[in-house]
């Protein structure tokens, strides 16, 4: 069956890092695209960052640039999420999704599987 199964999140304090993990399984995993979602108590679902499925390009929104990085093992069949330098905002219940195209899209629309989601908090 298809599962995409997020690990890694937590508590950090502000400043902290976090690396979430998203573990592909069901589909045949290079020719997907990956995101990385997340919604906050009130706030609309934002598409952090994501990777294709063939030349790798990223994508990442402006509040992230800078601070998170995601990548991908084939090896693995893994998408990971590193975050530095969290702060308050980036508390949020983070998602991973895999997409059947080449070039990915931070837009959650056509978006074909998804993980049940991992909650990230960053707190004093």
């Known amino acids: 069956q298809v599962q995409l199964v997020e690990s890694g999140g937590g508590l950090v304090q502000p400043g902290g890092s976090l690396t979430l993990s998203c573990a592909a399984s069901?589909?045949?995993?290079?020719?997907?695209?990956f995101g990385w979602f997340r919604q906050a108590p009130g706030k609309e679902r934002e598409g952090v960052s994501c990777i294709g499925s063939g030349d790798g390009s990223t994508s990442y929104a402006d509040s992230v640039k800078g601070r998170f990085t995601i990548s991908r093992d084939t090896a693995k069949r893994t998408v990971y999420l590193q975050m530095n330098s969290l702060k308050l905002e980036d508390t949020a219940i983070y998602y991973c999704a895999a997409d059947l195209v080449f070039f990915c899209s931070r837009s959650y629309v056509g978006y074909d599987y998804w993980g049940q989601g991992i909650q990230v908090t960053v707190s004093s």
């Open positions: 069901g589909f045949t995993f290079d020719s997907y695209a």
